[in-house]
């Protein structure tokens, strides 16, 4: 079974600070995506990096980063120097290879306080 | 770019009403899918879609069906409307080609809430 698992439900910060997100994944195939979404108040998902399962580089992104380790089934997400704008849902997500169903984790509410 | 849109942002409605939530690609994708998002359990897949005419059931199908009569379109139904269908919808559509193959487009998604 797939499974997708977003440990912390709720995370508050005061802007400048750096936060990780956490997300811990199962499955059994050898070739699959990961992915993160972030939802705004406004309500659309929006994409903002996908993983296959070959590729275990980090990624840097402005401020975002990803940390894929495969040893421990994980997909982390840090944001650097957070901003208030950064408060939204972030929702990671798994993909097999064959055929397109998404598995998301439970969400992580972050907040990001002035 | 890709394009999909939801009937409606935010629906109040009754229960035990019949309720039609609409979703429009304009991709030309194969495969579209409903889901319900709901605090502490994320996007749940209620069904999907792989051609004009097939679906199949997703995680959650209780309570729901849909209709797809035309490939740009995937139709989400309630045939009587419950308090626990209350929740956010989010239709998606995804293509089994290009170079990132069955990557998800989400709509703007709809907030129900039945009454």
């Known amino acids: 079974a797939q499974k997708v698992t977003q440990a912390q439900t709720e995370i508050s910060v005061v802007e400048k600070e750096d936060v990780t997100l956490d997300c811990v994944y199962e499955t059994r195939d050898t070739t699959y995506y990961l992915f993160w979404y972030k939802q705004p108040p406004s309500g659309e998902l929006v994409f903002l990096i996908r993983?296959?399962?070959?590729?275990?580089q980090n990624e840097i992104s402005g401020r975002y980063s990803w940390n894929f380790q495969k040893s421990t089934s994980s997909f982390n997400f840090t944001i650097t120097a957070s901003q208030v704008v950064d408060s939204a849902v972030y929702f990671c997500a798994l993909r097999s290879n064959q055929g397109g169903k998404l598995i998301f984790g439970q969400g992580t509410e972050l907040s990001v306080k002035p | 770019d890709v394009k999909v849109t939801q009937s409606s942002r935010y629906l109040v409605k009754r229960t035990g009403e019949k309720v039609f939530l609409e979703c429009v690609q304009d991709m030309d994708h194969e495969n579209m899918f409903w889901y319900r998002q709901d605090p502490g359990l994320g996007l749940r897949l209620i069904y999907f879609s792989y051609d004009v005419k097939m679906k199949e059931k997703g995680d959650i199908p209780e309570g729901y069906s849909v209709s797809r009569e035309k490939k740009e379109r995937f139709s989400l139904i309630l045939e009587s409307a419950s308090t626990n269908q209350t929740s956010m919808y989010l239709c998606?559509?995804?293509?089994?080609?290009?170079?990132?193959?069955?990557?998800?487009?989400f709509g703007p998604g709809t907030r129900l809430t039945v009454t």
């Open positions: 998606a559509s995804s293509s089994i080609q290009g170079p990132w193959p069955y990557e998800q487009y």
């Open positions: 993983r296959n399962s070959f590729d275990e």
